[in-house]
């Protein structure tokens, strides 16, 4: 499974930025879920939001994004998409696509199988 992840750039206070994470493969053969994560320089890499192929289960958020950030699939081409309003300066990180844990762990970094190389997202303010 390879992923790609699209869509960062410089953008300002207040405004939005929508990511797309392609999978090539079977993205949900090891698990159920895919998720974004984002590290900022000097922190550890952090959970922000999950979403399972299942429509029976609502996506995941971290508290920090909720209400802001919302992720959505679209199962026939193995995209995840996290549309991001309301933009703030700490949302600036590197933000990574994953794939491949379990929906009861899908906040955690290190039960996800595959990882793409991240799209930098800068927000100024």
């Known amino acids: 499974v390879q992923i790609t992840e699209t869509g960062g750039g410089l953008v300002e206070a207040g405004s939005s930025l929508k990511l797309s994470c392609t999978a090539s493969?079977?993205?949900?053969?090891?698990?159920?879920?895919m998720g974004w994560f984002r590290q900022a320089p000097g922190k550890d890499r952090e959970f922000v939001a999950a979403?399972?192929?299942?429509?029976?289960?609502?996506?995941d958020y971290a508290d920090s994004v909720k209400g802001r950030f919302t992720i959505s699939r679209d199962n026939a081409k193995n995209t995840v998409y996290l549309q991001k309003n309301s933009l703030k300066p700490e949302d600036t990180a590197g933000y990574y696509c994953?794939?491949?844990?379990?929906?009861?762990?899908?906040?955690?970094?290190?039960?996800?199988?595959?990882w793409g190389q991240g799209t930098q997202v800068t927000v100024s303010s």
């Open positions: 994953a794939a491949g844990a379990r929906w009861s762990s899908n906040s955690k970094t290190d039960h996800y199988n595959y």
């Open positions: 493969g079977s993205p949900y053969s090891s698990g159920d879920s």
């Open positions: 979403i399972t192929w299942r429509s029976s289960e609502s996506p």
